[in-house]
């Protein structure tokens, strides 16, 4: 649509066109610049979700749940695999999985973008301002934080290569958090999806005039 995308009263920019870096943007959501053309038949979500697919499609916990399900490698447990003959990870296109740990860097970029838009809506033009919408991009942006920290390669930069966690008691006790999360990528993984849904909704919602942003400051 390239449209509903930006609020100017509140600075609300929905993470799906965050950023917003194509000449075709609003100079007032365009955080980063605007340094690459804009194609009607291309959304400016295309230069970013890519990213976030592959980072997505190359999880461990959607591996499992694709493995099973499409390539049938196993179907389940104690039940035989699916293929005559098993090859791994070796040939394309799975092995395009071993580049998960450079997706998750790409989402970690990603994320801090979305938390930095998510502080530009607190100053609205009249100052410091706090709403609803506010409340909804910055509880995305910690659901986000959430999945990608818990992320399998994110646990093994914490912690990984280490003899000794005795010797390492930071790195022991971030890789404990991180652990922790991890045991929930799962359920952080479809949360997520919804949180991007909501916030995106209700950014375009706000946009297009069909609701107000209820607001307690400003």
């Not at 980072?55 to 196993?74: D, E, G, N, Q, V």
Request: glycine share 6%; charged share 15%; hydrophobic share 45%.
């Amino acid at each position: 649509m390239h449209d509903f995308y930006w609020v100017e009263d509140y600075h609300y920019l929905t993470p799906f066109y965050s950023p917003c870096v194509t000449d075709r943007c609003l100079p007032e959501a365009s955080h980063f610049g605007q340094y690459l053309p804009g194609w009607w038949i291309i959304p400016d979500a295309a230069f970013t979700l890519p990213f976030l697919l592959l980072f997505r499609l190359t999880c461990y916990y959607y591996r499992k749940a694709y493995y099973r399900s499409f390539w049938l490698s196993p179907p389940a447990c104690a039940v035989p695999d699916g293929h005559a003959s098993y090859g791994g990870e070796t040939r394309f296109p799975l092995i395009v999985q071993n580049s998960h740990r450079y997706f998750f860097y790409f989402a970690a970029i990603i994320s801090l973008i979305n938390t930095w838009d998510a502080i530009l809506a607190f100053h609205s033009p009249e100052g410091f301002g706090f709403g609803l919408g506010n409340l909804i991009l910055l509880g995305n942006v910690v659901m986000l934080w959430a999945y990608t920290i818990s992320c399998h390669s994110c646990r093994h930069i914490i912690g990984g290569r280490l003899k000794n966690f005795s010797k390492h008691p930071v790195r022991y006790r971030a890789w404990g958090y991180v652990s922790w999360l991890n045991v929930r990528h799962m359920q952080l993984a479809w949360i997520t999806l919804g949180t991007l849904a909501l916030t995106d909704f209700y950014v375009m919602a706000v946009s297009a005039e069909w609701i107000s942003d209820l607001r307690f400051i400003n």
